[in-house]
């Protein structure tokens, strides 16, 4: 299972940036795709899961009503949109996939069975 992680940059707060994760569509088809985020001092959390099963969806609160993650079924792609960007919403994101068929009430905490690799989103004036 290979992922790939983009999309990461430099945003003013209150802006946008869509990270991407790309996978082949049978990575996309059986598991489900996570996006985790990491900051400096802090551990891994779990941001959001998309499941292409049932198209359920799960934000961790922090970001509820900002974040979206979605899916292009012609690129392959999982994305996650994230609006009205803070500054503690910097951190390194990545992908992940995990062997679940749909997206847990709980969210997906930090664990993956798979990882992409990280794309650095930093939220600065």
């Known amino acids: 299972v290979q992922l790939q992680a983009s999309g990461g940059g430099l945003v003013q707060p209150g802006g946008s940036l869509r990270l991407s994760c790309a996978a082949s569509r049978t990575t996309l088809d059986t598991y489900v795709i996570g996006w985790y985020r990491q900051a400096p001092g802090k551990e891994r959390e779990g941001v959001s899961c998309?499941?292409?099963?049932?198209?359920?969806?799960h934000y961790v609160n922090s970001v509820k009503g900002r974040f979206t993650t979605s899916r292009d079924n012609a690129k392959n792609e999982v994305y996650l949109q994230m609006n009205s960007l803070k500054p503690e919403d910097t951190a390194v994101y990545y992908c992940?996939?995990?062997?679940?068929?749909?997206?847990?009430?709980?969210?997906?905490?930090?664990?993956?069975?798979?990882w992409g690799q990280g794309t650095l989103v930093t939220v600065s004036s």
């Open positions: 992940g996939a995990v062997r679940f068929r749909t997206c847990p009430r709980y969210g997906l905490g930090p664990q993956a069975d798979y």
């Open positions: 998309f499941s292409s099963s049932d198209g359920s969806t």
